[in-house]
């Protein structure tokens, strides 16, 4: 058994019963306390750096957005000049509906597809891997850049822009996420539920269909949900791929718009009653961000597969 | 390969010779579809943009890269001035914007982990979590419009007062010029940014700093050590690879920024020194202008934009990916 060295910097110095003096908090030199404080400080006063900002955002978008927020503002027609008191955002809600939606119904399955190839078959060896690694490269394309790719792609070919393109950009943005979050989930089911099931001479395919993606249903759910969420507030695409409507347009073709263009497109103008429905608007979209989520969250807590 | 190797033969004795093994074929087709569309997506971005930006490319040479001139609608009618893309003053605010926001977010998300690993109380840590997702979940273009509306017209004030200390200093000055009036600056979109990659750094440094040995951090204060002393001496070296990557994929999450930057930055094509003024940004140039893109090529040059931020991000994020999991294997290593 070696001694304990003493602190260093501090002098040894005789004890006085209990700790040690040359151990104790106060003998250590006044440089490494105070630059122990400091870091302490620094650390505690990160937190507060970004909380003041979250608070700050939601205070103004709760305040100034409750303003305007009424029954009407929610489905009447947007104003076709920007300085018109009055109108809606109905419109932009059933945007973001349709086209949300639909890239979630795109997305949603074929990345499950993918995140089976990734965790049933692939595994690890090197085409899954390749794929995995470019799936999280895939998540760091600027939203603004998947927007343009589906301008060449398919706005250019079809000759208009649509709600269909919207869905189609922001479905490209979440593929990635769900793949990801979903071979994640995948990866949590316990093996001896695949064992059992083709122990019992099921095929592969019936295995992972009807054991594997039901034990993991819950955590790809909230997964999805959350990669919607973030899609939901996607701007760029949609002022890229969607054009414009001043009415409610449930169709895929034809122009349509979304929460996030009227946001953008009404902050950046000079008129007051613009400006108020800009952040109506960001208050209606926080909203269904925060459901979306909690949802998700709420999923994952309820069913999550059960830790053993 | 988790079936026995039994499973082969038992289910062929089971079932009728070959029974469903043409749907197990077809499932994994179907997958590995699915899963090759990643790789597809990605090779078509590359591809259709590439081919949509060779017009203004090839129009503009290497001006593209090297003037600051960005001059879409023909200058001079029918003159022998044609329209200018030079988007060298686009990838200038890019760089300073992303840099900005880098040293901002960079020590906050670093505190905001240690606190969570280190520090919190464990009942505070779940409250402090749920704060950081929220502020990954705020869209974008919310903070673009509180950023434009209400800290804008504020944070000017700060300017003016730093510009009104530091403003005389030689080289340094310089960058602290007198501030536009608007508060739509490089350092305001720069600041924004900075709150938004605040997330994805802090949850990438943390998942690092979670798996620093205990021991080692035991070891660490069994010899005295403060807890700051810890954190250098244990922490940091241990998880030095993952922060790099972390702070790589910020930085990417950062130049792809578009909305917020479109709103804060004050759409100026010039290249000043000076943080207070005006200045604009790649992917916040192609949003603002691809309504009214200019004389041909002006859409392809704006598509032109795309590509150049697509390939910055794509080399970063792969790079960060590469650090990371690198990083990864070589603390498992050290953990086991």
Known sequence: ?308 | VTTPTTQRASTASLTHKGGGRLSDRAFWLVTLVAGLLVLAILALILLTTVREAWPALSYSGTDFFTSATWAPNDPDADGPLGPQFGALAFIYGTLIVSLISILFAVPVAIGIALFLTELAPRRLRGAVVTVIDLLAAVPSVVFGLWGIIVVAPFIVKVYQWVHDVFGGIPVVGSLFGEPVSSGRTLMTAGIIVGIMIIPIITSITREVFATVPESDKHAALALGATRWEMIRGAVFPHSFGGMVGAVMLGLGRAMGETIAVSLTIGAATQIVPNLFASGNALPAVIVQNFGDPGVPPGRSALIACGVVLFVITVVINYGARIVVRRAEIRMKGAAA
């Open chain 1, 1 to 308: 058994v070696t001694t304990l060295a003493p602190a260093s910097g501090s002098p040894a110095a005789g004890s006085t019963g209990g700790v040690p003096a040359n151990l104790r908090r106060s003998s250590l030199s006044q440089r490494r306390r105070i630059t122990d404080k400091v870091a302490q400080a620094a650390i505690w006063g990160s937190l507060f750096v970004t909380v003041v900002p979250l608070g700050l955002v939601t205070y103004y978008v709760i305040l100034k957005g409750s303003r305007i927020i009424s029954w009407e503002f929610l489905t009447e027609r947007i104003p076709r000049q920007a300085q018109t008191a009055g109108g809606g955002i109905g419109p932009a809600i059933v945007g973001t509906i349709v086209t949300t939606g639909t890239a979630a119904l795109l997305a949603i399955p074929l990345g499950v597809l993918g995140a089976i190839y990734l965790n049933e078959y692939g595994k690890q060896g090197a085409l899954a891997r390749t794929i995995r690694t470019m799936a999280d490269v895939m998540t760091g394309v600027p939203s603004v850049v998947m927007g343009l790719f589906i301008y060449i792609g398919f706005v250019l070919v079809v000759g208009e822009q649509n709600a269909l393109a919207g869905a189609f950009a922001l479905g490209c943005l979440m593929l990635p996420v769900v793949i990801r979050t979903s071979e994640e989930m995948l990866r949590l089911v316990p093996d001896e539920l695949r064992q059992a099931s083709l122990a019992l001479g099921a095929r592969k395919w019936r295995t992972i269909l009807g054991v594997v993606l039901p034990a993991s249903v819950s955590g790809i759910m909230s997964g999805s949900l959350l990669a919607v969420a973030r899609a939901a507030g996607e701007t760029a695409p949609i002022v890229l791929v969607v054009g414009l409507t001043y009415r409610t347009n449930w169709d895929f073709f034809g122009g349509n718009t979304a929460l996030p263009a009227q946001i953008y497109r009404n902050a950046s103008e000079p008129y007051d009653a613009a400006v108020d429905r800009a952040w109506g608007a960001a208050l209606t979209l926080v909203v269904i961000v925060l459901i979306t989520t909690l949802i998700g969250r709420f999923i994952a807590n309820r069913f999550a597969i059960k830790e053993r």
